[in-house]
């Protein structure tokens, strides 16, 4: 018999209800997916520190930054790069029951993947953003120098060089860093959230 049979979830009176209305927002999670170099952590960045300088309540989770600690047991291997994406989806369930709007920036290459964490959430709660740039534009930018190291066989599979980049085919919002500025960018995942009630204080 398995232990999780004797694993039971334990509710409490504080629903996420109760923790969005205090909080002034409709919680959902932001998440940016595209090529590295494309523009995700810039762009969550610079919307994060709108979002808390309007008052409303956000958090990042960066594919980097992740990786030093909740996944830092983790390789670049497929099996583990699966594993990665569902513990954020897992952890980005949490903090939206929290009432928090989350932003992520993480590559995510796969769609499998992306419907994956997209069945954890509640209808209207996922928002998915497209971060495209052209790879040639992405390989220019090489702000981490990672591209080289691909092109030079230092990186295994790395996504769009080695190893595939599947953009999303309905994402409820697109970018185009290759042509937009950052605050276009920006603007235009704030008009989507004014439009859809997440952000509901004056």
Partial sequence: MSDKVHVVWQHYDVT????????GQKPCVIWLTGLSGSGKSTVGGHLDSYLHSQGY???????????????????????DRIENIRRVGEASKLMADAGLILITAFISPFRADRAMVRELFEPGQFIEVFVNAPLEVCEQRDVKGLYKKARAGEIKD???ISSPYEA?????IQVNTGDQTVEESVETIIEYLNAN????KP
Avoid: M, Q, W
Avoid at 67 to 77: A, I, M, V, Y
Avoid at 168 to 172: F, G, H, I, N, V
């Fill in 16 to 23: 996420s209800s109760d923790r969005a209305a205090i909080k």
């Fill in 197 to 200: 009630g997440y952000l509901k």
């Fill in 158 to 160: 790395f996504t769009g």
């Fill in 57 to 79: 309540h956000s958090y990042i989770l960066d594919g980097d930054n992740v990786r030093h600690g909740l996944n830092k047991d983790l390789t670049f291997s497929e099996e």
């Fill in 168 to 172: 999303p085919d309905a994402a409820e």
